[in-house]
């Protein structure tokens, strides 16, 4: 399996800017699908950005213009930088992972335990 780690939360003025990262590890895995999610208490949890193997993302429309994701395949990192912050994107962000692992012979997603966002008006 893999385990994700974030980092770079915290408190923001609204329209600042934060870079939230992910360093994925494991074993005999290969990771197909980096991304970023978030989630508001009493909600579920939403998409917010995602990035293929190749490079290519996709993002949600509240992030699109605003959010920049991108990934290191040899360091197995992905970033989100997020600028233009305002207070409806303060919210716990979660790392995801989507891929193969090669030991159990299936694919996996994973989930890293989040990071707070708060941005303040």
């Known amino acids: 399996q893999v385990q994700l780690v974030e980092s770079g939360g915290g408190l923001v003025q609204a329209g600042g800017s934060l870079r939230l990262s992910c360093v994925a590890t494991g074993r005999m895995v290969i990771i197909n699908d980096l991304g970023w999610y978030r989630q508001t208490p009493g909600n579920q949890r939403e998409f917010v950005a995602t990035?293929?193997?190749?490079?290519?993302?996709t993002y949600a429309a509240s992030a699109k213009g605003r959010f920049t994701i991108s990934r290191d395949n040899a360091e197995n990192t992905v970033d989100l930088q997020m600028n233009s912050l305002k207070s409806e994107d303060t919210a716990v962000y979660y790392c995801?992972?989507?891929?193969?692992?090669?030991?159990?012979?299936?694919?996996?997603?994973?989930w890293g335990r989040g990071t707070q966002v708060t941005v303040s008006s």
């Open positions: 990035i293929t193997r190749a490079g290519n993302p």
């Open positions: 995801n992972a989507r891929g193969f692992d090669e030991d159990a012979g299936r694919g996996f997603t994973s």
